[in-house]
């Protein structure tokens, strides 16, 4: 069974620009999570979808920040204009949601530093 | 309000020097609590869920248990290859959000 897929893996950009992740979950899995990880933090979740819906987006900067979940399946998270607080690694998971074993897996994230 | 403390926030053990890292938490209503491990650029890795007290889950040398209060992850003679960063998470009944400690970074010298 494939992962959680995310891409880019790394990206540098300069403050002001915008810049998108893209996010594949396990296949099956009805619930995905876009999380935010600082250096030596644990991951801070910044919006869940359960299916197309977003249903937790309180942490979501949302003068800056969007996401989509076109058709359930995949989600793009977008920052812009990006700012220099707004380097850390953005981890991407899902879980099947509504069974025992609800367990959530993660991507390998993407890295962005922001110049 | 949900919270989740992982202690130690770094540990150095001799290979083979077993030990025991800490997560305690106060949430209303506990679903599951979850280990992982994380290894420097790279996603979280699921180790174990934990749902009820009393419950304890094995793999390879590692062991987690859970009271109602805290849970532990027992490293038994711990290998370098155990070095990574261990992540504590809990979930509530209510709602779906899943709660991170700030780990605890386990460095094993050979």
């Known amino acids: 069974e494939a992962g959680v897929v995310q891409s880019p893996r790394y990206k540098i950009i300069e403050k002001k620009q915008p810049v998108a992740f893209w996010c594949n979950p396990i296949?099956?899995?009805?619930?995905l999570y876009w999380y935010r990880q600082n250096l030596g933090q644990g991951p801070e979740l910044l919006i869940r979808?359960?299916?197309?819906?977003?249903?937790?987006d309180s942490q979501l900067p949302k003068d800056r920040f969007s996401a989509e979940r076109l058709k359930g399946v995949d989600s793009t998270l977008k920052i812009q204009p990006a700012e220099l607080g707004d380097s850390a690694v953005y981890l991407c998971a899902s879980s099947r949601t509504g069974v025992s074993t609800d367990t959530q897996y993660f991507g390998p994230g993407t890295r962005l530093t922001v110049l | 309000e949900d919270q989740v403390t992982q202690s130690p926030e770094a540990l150095r053990l001799q290979e083979g020097e077993s030990s025991s890292l800490n997560c305690s938490y106060t949430?209303?209503?506990?679903?599951?609590l979850f280990w992982y491990r994380q290894d420097p650029g790279k996603g979280p890795e699921f180790l174990f869920t934990l749902y009820s007290a009393g419950e304890e889950k094995e793999k390879e040398r590692l062991k987690a248990t859970l009271t109602k209060k805290e849970s532990f992850l027992h490293i038994t003679a711990p290998k370098p290859e155990d070095s990574a960063t261990y992540l504590c998470a809990v979930r509530r009944f209510t709602g779906n959000q899943f709660y991170f400690g700030t780990g605890t970074s386990l460095t094993v010298i050979p």
């Open positions: 949430v209303s209503g506990l679903r599951g």
């Open positions: 979808y359960e299916n197309e819906e977003a249903v937790d």
């Open positions: 296949s099956g899995h009805n619930t």
